[in-house]
């Protein structure tokens, strides 16, 4: 059974710095894209950051560039999140995503990734 086991979200204020993991299990992750959208309250799902098994450059939304990273370690099953300079409109539901053939502009669109987390919840009080 494949799962995705998001961690590291909480209740921060602005400014602060917060880093989420995502350990995936279940089977073998080789060669899979793996990433993170995010979902605010009343709002769609947002792309974040994925990352291809190899690595290489990531491109991310305007709303978060030059904040926050990604970065994995493959022999762990991990993807992380490393989020500075958090503000307010971060605030929401981050969900950890992976799947084995995404890539060009298919990254960018949440229904083509098989496997979701149950995501993890990001508060950034004012």
């Known amino acids: 059974q494949v799962q995705l086991r998001e961690s590291g979200g909480g209740l921060v204020q602005a400014g602060d710095s917060l880093r989420l993991s995502c350990v995936a299990s279940?089977?073998?992750?080789?060669?899979?894209?793996m990433g993170w959208f995010r979902q605010a309250p009343g709002k769609e799902r947002e792309y974040v950051a994925a990352?291809?098994?190899?690595?290489?450059?990531?491109d991310y939304p305007d709303s978060v560039k030059g904040r926050f990273t990604i970065s994995r370690d493959n022999a762990k099953n991990t993807v992380y999140l490393q989020m500075n300079s958090l503000k307010p409109e971060d605030t929401g539901v981050y969900y950890c995503?992976?799947?084995?053939?995404?890539?060009?502009?298919?990254?960018?669109?949440?229904?083509?990734?098989?496997?979701w987390g149950r995501g993890t919840q990001v508060t950034v009080s004012s």
């Open positions: 995503v992976a799947d084995p053939s995404v890539s060009g502009l298919q990254i960018y669109i949440a229904y083509e990734y098989d496997f």
């Open positions: 990352q291809s098994w190899t690595g290489g450059t990531t």
């Open positions: 279940g089977r073998d992750f080789s060669g899979y894209t």
